[in-house]
C-alpha cells in the first residue's frame, strides 16, 4: 500500500510538475525525466513525486473529468498540471486535504495561487466520491488504443484490459539457484514470484546475493518457451537490461547479448554481474550485426511500443501515437529479417513484443517470416497458463490474464524454425 506523500512537501510537488511537464508537454518517458530530478532530492520526495506522477498518468482522463466541472475557462498547462496532482492526492492517494491543497498551491507561479487553491477546495470538499459513475476504463485510455483493442480483442477484451491498467502493477521476480521465496511473496503457477506493487526489490532477501532480479510474469514466458538446452549457442537480440539475458545464461546456454545503446549495454552489463552470470555484451545494432558464426537459437525481444507495460509505466499511454505502431512494426520486419540469418540450419527463433497492438504481435506471425517455417507452440507449452496459448500456438499475453492474482503485462511471442539444409 503506497504511503501519503511528506505533508510539508513543496519539493515533492515541484518534482512532481517536472515529471509531469517532461511526460506531458515535452514528450519525454518517465524513467528519463526521474533520472533528470536534482540529485540533492531526498529520496522520500523523489519517490513520492513519482507516486503522484503515475497517479496522475495512470488516471488522467477520470481526473480531467472531475476538474471539468470546477473551471470555467481552459487553464495554462502548468496550473492543468498542478490541478490534476492536487486531485490525484485528494482522490486517489488519501492525502491530508490541507497537505495536498497547500503544497500543491506552493508549487505553482504565484499568478495561479488562488484559483488552484480554489479549484481543489472544491475537490477537497466533493472528495472520491467525485470519481464514482464515471466510465474509468474509457475515460483513462486513449481513444486510439481503445478503439484498437477493440478491434484485436473485442468490446469486452478491451474493457478489461483497460480496466486492468487502473492498478499499479506488482512486482515479479524470476530467481535462480538457492533463492528461497521471499515472505509475502506468491510462487506462480509460470514459475515467477510475486511481491506486492511497491515492494523495494533491493531490499529482498537474495537480491544483494544475486539470486533474484525483477522481471513481469509475462516477461519471463519467451524464454521459457525458447527452452535453452545447457551449453546452446543463442543470440538474445535486443537485449538490455538483460531479464531475458540473464534467464538464458542461468539456463547454462552461451550467450551472446547484442544492444544498441552503449548506457543501456552497460546497464545490461551490471546486472550481469549482480547476478554473477555470464554472456558477451556486443554493443551493435541488430539488424546490421554480422558475427562469424551462427546460432542453435535467436531470441529477438523487439523495441516495440510497449503497450502491454501500460500498467508499470503508464507514460506509455501518453507518449505514443497510432503511427509509433506502424514504424515500430517495419523496424521488427527488418530485425526479424536480420536474426534468421543468424540461424543454423534447424536452429529456432522466438520473436517476442511487450506490444497488446496486433499490428506488433499477430500481424507480424502471420506473414511469412524471412523464409523462416512457423513452429507454433504446443497448446500445454505453458501448463500454468493455458489461456495464454492462442490457436494458432503463439503466446498471448493480456494485463486481464490471471487479473485475481494481479494480472500480467501484455506479451506477444511466436516461434520459428530455420528450414534445414
Ligand atoms: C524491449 S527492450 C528489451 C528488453 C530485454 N530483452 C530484457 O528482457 O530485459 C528493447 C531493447 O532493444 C534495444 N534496441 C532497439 N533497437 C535495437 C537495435 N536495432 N539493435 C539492438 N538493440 C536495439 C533498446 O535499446 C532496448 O534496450
Redesign the pocket.
Known amino acids: 500500500m503506497s504511503r501519503a506523500p511528506n505533508a510539508s512537501g513543496l519539493p515533492t510537488r515541484r518534482a512532481a510538475l517536472a515529471l509531469l511537464d517532461a511526460v506531458l508537454e515535452r514528450r519525454r518517458p518517465l524513467e528519463e525525466a526521474l533520472e533528470a530530478l536534482p540529485p540533492s532530492l531526498e529520496a522520500r520526495d523523489r519517490a513520492a513525486a513519482h507516486r503522484i506522477a503515475a497517479a496522475v498518468l495512470r488516471r488522467m482522463g477520470s481526473l480531467d473529468a472531475v476538474l471539468e466541472a470546477f473551471l470555467t475557462r481552459n487553464p495554462p498547462p502548468v496550473v492543468r498540471t498542478a490541478l490534476r496532482m492536487g486531485a490525484a492526492e485528494l482522490l486517489l492517494l488519501e492525502t491530508p486535504p490541507h497537505a495536498a491543497v497547500a503544497s500543491t498551491v506552493g508549487a505553482v507561479p504565484r499568478p495561479f495561487a488562488g484559483l488552484v487553491n480554489a479549484v481543489l477546495r472544491k475537490v477537497a470538499a466533493a472528495g472520491p466520491a467525485a470519481l464514482e459513475g464515471l466510465d474509468a476504463a474509457r475515460l483513462d485510455t486513449p481513444p486510439w488504443l481503445w478503439s484498437a483493442w477493440h478491434t484485436a480483442y473485442g468490446a469486452a477484451g478491451a474493457r478489461a484490459i483497460a480496466e486492468a491498467h487502473g492498478a499499479p502493477a506488482p512486482l515479479d521476480l524470476s530467481h535462480q539457484g538457492a533463492a528461497a521465496l521471499p515472505e509475502g511473496a506468491v510462487a506462480l503457477p509460470t514459475g515467477s514470484w510475486r511481491m506486492p506493487a511497491g515492494t523495494r526489490i533491493t531490499e529482498l532477501p537474495g537480491f544483494a546475493e544475486g539470486l533474484i532480479w525483477a522481471?513481469d510474469a509475462a516477461?519471463a514466458l519467451p524464454v521459457r518457451l525458447l527452452d535453452p538446452k545447457p551449453g546452446e549457442q543463442i543470440a538474445?537480440?535486443?537485449?538490455?537490461?538483460?531479464?531475458?539475458?540473464?534467464?538464458l545464461a542461468a539456463a547454462g546456454a552461451q550467450v551472446v547479448a547484442?544492444?544498441?545503446?552503449p548506457r543501456?549495454?552497460a546497464r545490461?552489463r551490471e546486472n550481469l554481474a549482480r547476478l554473477q552470470l555470464t554472456a558477451e555484451v556486443v554493443e551493435?545494432?541488430?539488424?546490421?550485426?554480422r558475427p562469424d558464426s551462427l546460432f542453435d537459437a535467436v531470441?529477438l525481444?523487439?523495441?516495440?511500443t510497449?503497450t502491454g507495460t501500460i500498467r508499470r509505466h503508464p507514460d506509455v499511454a501518453h507518449l505514443k501515437r497510432a503511427k509509433d505502431v506502424a514504424s515500430a512494426a517495419d523496424?521488427q520486419r527488418?530485425?526479424i529479417a536480420a536474426a534468421a540469418a543468424l540461424l543454423k540450419p534447424g536452429g529456432r527463433l522466438v520473436f517476442?513484443?511487450?506490444s497488446l497492438q496486433w499490428e506488433e504481435g499477430e500481424a507480424q506471425a502471420e506473414r511469412e517470416l524471412a523464409g523462416l517455417a512457423p513452429r507454433p507452440f504446443p497448446a500445454d507449452a505453458l501448463p500454468g497458463l493455458p489461456g495464454a496459448i492462442t490457436p494458432e500456438g503463439h503466446l498471448r499475453t493480456r494485463p486481464d490474464l490471471m487479473a485475481e492474482a494481479g494480472g500480467m503485462d501484455g506479451f506477444f511471442a511466436a516461434r520459428f524454425e530455420r528450414r534445414p539444409g
Open positions: 522481471q516477461a538474445d537480440l535486443c537485449a538490455a537490461p538483460g531479464g531475458k539475458t540473464a534467464q547484442v544492444e544498441r545503446d543501456r549495454a545490461l551493435a545494432d541488430a539488424a546490421a550485426w531470441l525481444d523487439a523495441p516495440c510497449a523496424l527488418r530485425l517476442a513484443t511487450c
